[in-house]
């Protein structure tokens, strides 16, 4: 146990030194699709992504304190492998992101599906600040990064229009989010995660595509009454 949260603590600090190893990077290049979209409609307003700063800093403490204080609990080691591997995933996300982006979708899918395994997993309540908040927190960006993702690239093939793209994933993330939320209870870092990044949808498209704008929003309106309505609802249990 020990060793794995060892490697944990070096790759979650390995994680957040990534956009230092790569610092032109700015997502996908609308020159490696077919149909060449300079500013998709899915994609949220740049200062949303300043939440990575929080991300790095909440997994690095996690993993540090899991290590210092948590290294033989087995609860804490079981989400250790998944999110290594999230992790690993996104590292992989950023080198492919600007050559190979349907690749890169692929990846950042697969992150995702091991994040929510990961989560599922973190349940001790009594450490729910050190333990589930980082991984919620990490989960919840992630899920809305996986649908700009593939709505960017459903849009840059051809399948489907700006919007049309914009639309769908707004709708699909709102579900999946939702029901994650929901199981979740009382972890309002995930929720609060999903609705920073719808808002930075509706920022993007204010004045510019009023159907994405106002869907992001309502869709942010519907997140957070998810979240408390979960929170209250765990409260009650």
Same mark, same amino acid.
């Given at each position: 146990?020990?060793i794995?949260a060892i490697?944990?603590l070096?790759?979650?600090i390995?994680?957040? &030194?990534?956009?230092?190893?790569?610092?032109?990077f700015?997502g996908?290049?609308p020159?490696?699709?077919?149909?060449q979209?300079?500013?998709?409609?899915?994609?949220?307003?740049?200062y949303?992504f300043?939440?990575?700063?929080l991300?790095?800093?909440?997994?690095?403490l996690?993993a540090g304190?899991?290590?210092l204080?948590r290294? &033989?609990d087995?609860v804490w080691?079981?989400?250790r492998?998944?999110? &290594?591997?999230?992790?690993?995933?996104?590292?992989?996300?950023?080198?492919?992101?600007e050559?190979?982006?349907?690749?890169?979708?692929?990846?950042?899918?697969t992150?995702?599906?091991?994040?929510?395994a990961?989560l599922?997993q973190?349940?001790a309540?009594?450490?729910?600040?050190w333990?589930?908040?980082p991984?919620?927190?990490?989960?919840?960006?992630?899920t809305?990064?996986?649908g700009?993702?593939t709505?960017?690239t459903?849009?840059g093939?051809?399948?489907?229009s700006?919007?049309?793209?914009?639309v769908a &994933?707004?709708?699909?993330?709102?579900?999946l989010a939702a029901?994650?939320?929901?199981r979740?209870?009382?972890?309002?870092?995930?929720?609060?995660a999903?609705?920073?990044?719808l808002?930075?949808?509706v920022a993007?498209?204010w004045?510019?595509?009023?159907?994405?704008?106002?869907?992001?929003l309502?869709?942010?309106?519907?997140?957070?009454a998810?979240t408390?309505l979960?929170?209250?609802?765990?409260?009650?249990?």
């Amino acid at each position: 146990m020990k060793i794995r949260a060892i490697f944990l603590l070096c790759l979650a600090i390995l994680f957040a &030194m990534t956009p230092l190893m790569l610092p032109g990077f700015d997502g996908y290049d609308p020159e490696d699709f077919p149909v060449q979209i300079l500013r998709p409609a899915v994609q949220p307003a740049g200062y949303a992504f300043s939440i990575w700063l929080l991300i790095y800093a909440a997994l690095i403490l996690h993993a540090g304190f899991g290590l210092l204080a948590r290294d &033989m609990d087995p609860v804490w080691d079981r989400p250790r492998g998944l999110l &290594m591997a999230a992790m690993v995933c996104g590292i992989l996300w950023v080198a492919f992101a600007e050559d190979l982006p349907v690749v890169a979708t692929i990846v950042i899918l697969t992150m995702l599906a091991g994040l929510l395994a990961a989560l599922r997993q973190t349940s001790a309540a009594q450490d729910r600040l050190w333990l589930m908040a980082p991984v919620a927190l990490f989960a919840g960006w992630v899920t809305a990064a996986a649908g700009a993702a593939t709505g960017v690239t459903l849009a840059g093939l051809g399948w489907l229009s700006d919007t049309a793209a914009a639309v769908a &994933m707004i709708l699909a993330v709102l579900v999946l989010a939702a029901a994650v939320q929901w199981r979740l209870g009382r972890v309002p870092e995930y929720g609060a995660a999903v609705i920073w990044a719808l808002i930075g949808i509706v920022a993007a498209n204010w004045g510019l595509n009023a159907t994405v704008a106002w869907l992001a929003l309502a869709g942010a309106a519907v997140m957070l009454a998810v979240t408390l309505l979960a929170a209250a609802r765990g409260r009650a249990a």
